[in-house]
Structures are given as structure tokens and as C-alpha cells.
């Protein structure tokens, strides 16, 4: 089976810098992806790292490791806009299945 | 990215009745659709996996008799909510991915169908 584990709430203020991090048990890992969703709307796709390392795009960041079943994002910089849910997913079953975490609900406050 | 359509966005029906959501990809193939459904303040819950011409996959815990999956084109699903009542009233959103094109790990996502049975 799989499970995937994420905070559910974090509060930051604009301009700063916020960390969301995911750990991860997976039998055959093949990738993990961030997405973010807005209340309301479909997700969209942030990020995906297959391999061990920090993949920076633009404010937002991604790293994994997948010795610790541990991935963060980070986002900089932050903006109003940028408060919304982050979801965690992982491939299951190979690449059958993409399986999500519960999702955290990022408020940024001016 | 690749672009996904999903209609409708918003749906009301009463209960008892049926409803039919259509997920299309736009520009390229999708031999694999997924179908999510999300309840307020929860992340997405997967239903079931189709493929192509092939009878779908559902996860365990979903009524394949109520959720009728249909993956009769490549670029073409459908969900139909048999029976619907209140309970089902949820956020439906499919995923595509081209299993053979070189953006084979990336999942495209539809806008979403907001369902309320009253």
C-alpha cells in the first residue's frame, strides 16, 4: 500500500518564505508530484522530481530525498495569490495510479 | 501543457436521476483517464482507472453499478452518476495521461464538475 503524510494547515506572511514538506511509503517508487489547488478549481501542476535533489522553478522549489521518503516544497517570496491547498501525489502500481495526499491549506496574510 | 475539458463545470439534478460528465483531451492522446472526487476540505479520492477499450478499474469502496465509466475513444471519458442522491453531491475531476507520448508522467487535470443532488 501507500501512504502519504503532509501538514495539514500552515499560515505565512506575504513575502516570506514557507516550507511544506511530504514523506512518502511507497512500494515502487516512480515519481512525486506538487500540485496546487484553489478553492474550487482543478489542480495544477507545480512540480515532479523522480530523482534525488532540489528542482528550482521560478519562486517555487521542489527537493527529494528518496532514501527518507521525504519531499518538500518550497515557495519564496510569497504572494496573496499563492494561498491555496498543496497536494503531495505519488505514483502507485508503477505508473498505473497517481495517489494524493491529503493536501495543505497554505493562508498567506499580509 | 496539454489541455483537458470537462463539462459540465456545474450540474444540479434531483434524486433518483442521472447525470453524465464528459472528460475529452484536446490535443493528444489519453490512454489513460482517472476520475477523482473530492468532498469539501478533502484531497482527491480516486474512483477508478480506465484505459482505452477496456472495462475500468475501480478502487475499492466505489459502486462500478452506480459510477459507470466509459473510455471508448482516446481522447474521450465519460462518468455517469447512476441514481444520484444527496450523498454523491461532490467535486468529480478527471485526469489524463499519454501513457506513450514523451510527457508520459504528467497528469492533466479537467476544470472540474461541481454535482449537488437535491
Known amino acids: 500500500g501507500q501512504n502519504i503524510d503532509q501538514p495539514t494547515e500552515m499560515t505565512a506572511t506575504e513575502g516570506a518564505i514557507v516550507q511544506i514538506n511530504c514523506t512518502y511509503q511507497?512500494?515502487?517508487?516512480?515519481?512525486l508530484f506538487w500540485y496546487q489547488q484553489h478553492a474550487g478549481e482543478a489542480p495544477t501542476f507545480l512540480s515532479y522530481?523522480?530523482?534525488?535533489g532540489l528542482e528550482e522553478k521560478g519562486r517555487f522549489s521542489s527537493f527529494l530525498s528518496r532514501s527518507k521518503g521525504y519531499s518538500y516544497l518550497l515557495l519564496k517570496e510569497l504572494q496573496m495569490k499563492d494561498s491555496a491547498s498543496y497536494l503531495c501525489?505519488?505514483?502507485?502500481?508503477?505508473?498505473?495510479?497517481?495517489?494524493f495526499g491529503a493536501g495543505t491549506r497554505l493562508a498567506v496574510h499580509p | 501543457g496539454a489541455v483537458v475539458s470537462q463539462h459540465p463545470s456545474r450540474v444540479i439534478c434531483k434524486s433518483g436521476t442521472s447525470v453524465k460528465i464528459e472528460c475529452r483531451s484536446l490535443?493528444?492522446?489519453?490512454?489513460?483517464m482517472f476520475w477523482y472526487r473530492q468532498f469539501p476540505k478533502q484531497s482527491l479520492m480516486l474512483m477508478a482507472t480506465?484505459?482505452?477499450?477496456?472495462?475500468?478499474?475501480?478502487e475499492q469502496g466505489v459502486e462500478k453499478d452506480k459510477f459507470l465509466i466509459n473510455h471508448a475513444s482516446l481522447t474521450l471519458s465519460t462518468l455517469t452518476v447512476t441514481s444520484a442522491h444527496p450523498e454523491d453531491s461532490s467535486f468529480y475531476i478527471c485526469?489524463?495521461?499519454?501513457?506513450?507520448?514523451?510527457?508520459?508522467?504528467?497528469?492533466?487535470f479537467g476544470q472540474g464538475t461541481r454535482l449537488t443532488v437535491v
Open positions: 485526469s489524463a495521461r499519454d501513457l506513450q507520448g514523451a510527457m508520459n508522467t504528467e497528469a492533466f
Open positions: 511507497t512500494s515502487g517508487f516512480n515519481g
Open positions: 522530481n523522480v530523482l534525488d
Open positions: 501525489a505519488v505514483f502507485s502500481g508503477g505508473y498505473n495510479k497517481l495517489i
Open positions: 490535443d493528444f492522446q489519453a490512454t489513460t
Open positions: 480506465s484505459n482505452e477499450g477496456s472495462k475500468a478499474t475501480y
